[in-house]
C-alpha cells in the first residue's frame, strides 16, 4: 500500500502541468495528424494462501503509442498507431491482444458513395467494449468475455460499412484471416479458410461515440443497441499440419481446429453524466476431431460433437465533473465450456481522477475473484492497478 501512496503522489504533484503535444500538418487536400500516449502502472495481487509467486507484483509500461492519422480530401482516412512497449513481447511470437504492438494499419475509402471500405489490419466490428478506445476508460483491462481471449480484436482484411437515419443506424461486415493478432505474422493457418463477421447497431435520439463514460454530461437519455456475429472454419487438413502456435489463446478457445460460431448483444446508456454498458456474447465450437481435449472424453452422442461457452459483463459508471473524477463498478461471468459445471464470477470497480480532462488522468482498478472457471483456476483472489495515463493530443 505504501508503494500505491507514493506512486499517487509523485503523478499528482509532476504531471498536471505537462502541455499537449498534437502535431498537424496541412497543405490543403492532405491532412496528417500524430498523436501519441504512455501510460504504466502498479499491480499488485493478493494471493491464496501458500502461493508464493509473486511476480506479478510489478510496474508495467503499458502504452508507449505513436498514433498518425491522415486524411486526403473526403474521401480517404489512414491510420497507423503502433504501441513501442509491445512490439519486442510480439516479435517472440507472444502477443498480447489486448496490446498487440501494432494497433491499426489501414486505410478507409469513402468515394463510392454507396457503401465505405476499409482495408488493412484494425479492430474488428463485433462487441462495443472492443471498439471503444481504452484511453477513454476509467479501467486498466476490459472484462474478460471482451479482452481478446474468446474471440479476436483484430485482425487483417476487408471491411464493407453504411449508415442511416442521420448516422443513427451502422451496418458493418467484413472478411479476415480469422488468426486474429497472429495474422500480424504474414500467414493464415493450412486450412486457408476466413473469417466472416457483421455488426449492426441503432442508436437514439442521436449517434451515439464510442465512449463509456458520459464526459458531455448529455441532458437528453441515449439509448444503443448493437447485434453481433462471426464464423469461422478453420477444420485443417489431414496430416502433421496444425493451427498456428498461440492461436487458440489464453483459454484455447479463440481459434480451434473445427467450426466456429460466436453471437452477442450490447447495450449502452447515457444520461446527466450516468452511463450504463452490458454485453452478452455465446458461441459454439464443433472440433474436427471427436478427441479434442475440450469433449471431454465423452460420447458424441452426449455431446453432439460441440462444446458451447460464453459470458456477460454489467457496467455501471458517474462522471463527476466538480470532481473531475470517474467511479465505475462491473460484474462478470465467463463459462469456457458447458460440458464442465462451473464459471467465473469477478466483481470489481475502478476510480479515475482527471488532472487534465482525459489527457492527463490517474486510475485505479480493483477485481474481486468471486468464482474460478475449472478450466482456469488461479493463484490469487483480488487484484488492485494504480497508474496514469498522458495522452499527447
Keep these: 500500500m505504501k508503494v500505491f ?10 504531471f498536471p502541468g505537462l502541455s499537449s503535444g498534437q502535431i498537424t500538418m496541412t497543405n490543403g487536400d492532405h491532412t496528417i495528424e500524430i498523436t501519441g500516449s504512455i501510460s504504466t502502472y502498479y499491480n499488485h495481487r493478493f494471493m491464496k494462501e501458500g502461493e508464493l509467486n509473486l ?3 510489478r510496474f508495467r509500461l503499458r502504452d508507449a503509442q505513436l498514433q498518425i492519422e491522415g486524411r486526403y480530401k473526403k474521401t480517404i482516412e489512414y491510420e497507423l498507431q503502433v504501441d513501442f512497449s509491445d512490439i519486442g513481447q510480439s516479435l517472440t511470437g ?13 486505410v478507409h475509402y469513402k468515394g463510392l458513395g454507396i457503401v465505405d471500405l476499409t482495408f488493412g489490419y484494425t479492430k474488428l466490428p463485433y462487441s462495443r467494449s472492443s471498439l471503444v478506445p481504452f484511453v477513454y476508460t476509467p479501467y486498466w483491462q476490459r472484462a474478460e468475455i471482451v479482452r481478446g481471449d474468446i474471440f479476436s480484436r483484430r485482425d487483417i482484411g476487408v471491411s464493407l460499412s453504411k449508415t442511416f437515419w442521420r448516422q443513427r443506424v451502422k451496418i458493418e461486415g467484413g472478411i479476415y484471416n480469422g488468426l486474429g493478432e497472429l495474422s500480424l505474422r504474414g500467414d493464415n493457418d493450412p486450412s ?3 473469417e466472416y463477421i457483421g455488426r449492426a447497431e441503432v442508436a437514439y435520439p442521436s449517434r451515439f461515440r464510442y465512449r463509456d463514460i458520459d464526459d458531455r454530461i448529455t441532458p437528453v437519455p441515449m439509448f444503443a443497441a448493437g447485434f453481433n456475429a462471426r464464423y469461422t472454419d478453420k477444420s485443417q487438413p489431414v496430416g502433421n499440419r496444425t493451427l498456428p502456435g498461440g492461436a487458440g489463446g489464453e483459454y484455447n478457445v479463440k481459434v480451434i481446429d473445427g467450426k466456429k460460431y460466436v453471437y452477442g448483444f450490447d447495450l ?10 452490458y454485453e452478452f456474447h455465446y458461441y459454439r465450437a464443433t472440433p474436427r476431431d471427436s478427441n479434442n481435449f475440450m469433449l471431454m472424453g465423452l460420447p ?4 453432439g460433437g ?13 462522471f463527476s465533473k466538480p470532481l473531475k473524477s470517474i467511479f465505475s463498478v462491473r460484474y462478470e461471468e465467463l463459462m469456457l465450456n458447458d ?55
Design 5 to 14: 501512496l507514493r506512486f499517487f503522489g509523485i503523478c499528482v504533484l509532476w
Design 55 to 57: 511476480r506479478k507484483n
Design 94 to 106: 507472444v502477443i498480447d491482444p489486448e496490446n498487440p504492438g501494432i494497433m491499426d494499419a489501414y
Design 192 to 194: 486457408g479458410n476466413l
Design 268 to 277: 449502452a446508456f447515457q444520461w446527466m453524466g450516468f452511463s450504463a454498458q
Design 300 to 303: 458424441k452422442w452426449q455431446t
Design 306 to 318: 460441440f462444446f458451447q461457452g460464453g459470458g456477460m459483463y454489467g457496467q455501471l459508471n458517474y
Design 339 to 393: 460440458l464442465i459445471a462451473g464459471k467465473m464470477v469477478r466483481f470489481g470497480g475502478a476510480y479515475a481522477f482527471q488532472l487534465n480532462g482525459w489527457k492527463s488522468m490517474i486510475k485505479v482498478q480493483y477485481w474481486l475473484i468471486d468464482q474460478e472457471d475449472p478450466l482456469d483456476p488461479l493463484r490469487w483472489t483480488s487484484q488492485v492497478r494504480l497508474g496514469w495515463q498522458y495522452l499527447f493530443q
